[in-house]
Nanobody
Framework: VQLSESGGGSVQSGGSLKLSCAVA????????LGWFRQAPGKKREGVAS???????TYADSATGRFIISQDNAKNMLYLQMESLKPEDTATYYC????????????????????WGQGTQVTVSS
């Protein structure tokens, strides 16, 4: 499975961005898909996850502002981000785990088997 993110950029505080992740390769299996981010000097943290059946989970920092979605027909994963804050500045990664169900450990990076190369999001105040 190959993952490739796009859609990052620079926005002002309060702005919006929509990240996309193209999923290529073996897309017949079911995967838990997630978005992570990593700021300089900080640990990689889970932002949101989505089960193969569409169930979603969000980090507290993302709840109410971000929406994760998938388009199975296009093999795409998305992260719509609203009301962006400077603290959202990070490199954002999409990831896939060999399980159709994202467990309670969805935010642990070790759960995921495949990663994209990342896309930079910069939010200025």
């Amino acid at each position: 499975v190959q993952l490739s993110e796009s859609g990052g950029g620079s926005v002002q505080s309060g702005g919006s961005l929509k990240l996309s992740c193209a999923v290529a390769g073996n897309t017949y299996d079911r995967y838990c898909l997630g978005w992570f981010r990593q700021a300089p000097g900080k640990k990689r943290e889970g932002v949101a996850s989505i089960n193969s059946d569409g169930g979603t989970t969000y980090a507290d920092s993302a709840t109410g502002r971000f929406i994760i979605s998938q388009d199975n027909a296009k093999n795409m994963l998305y992260l719509q981000m609203e009301s962006l804050k400077p603290e959202d500045t990070a490199t954002y990664y999409c990831a896939a785990a060999k399980s159709g169900y994202c467990s309670v450990s969805w935010s642990k990076a070790l759960l995921y088997n495949y990663w994209g190369q990342g896309t930079q999001v910069t939010v200025s105040s």
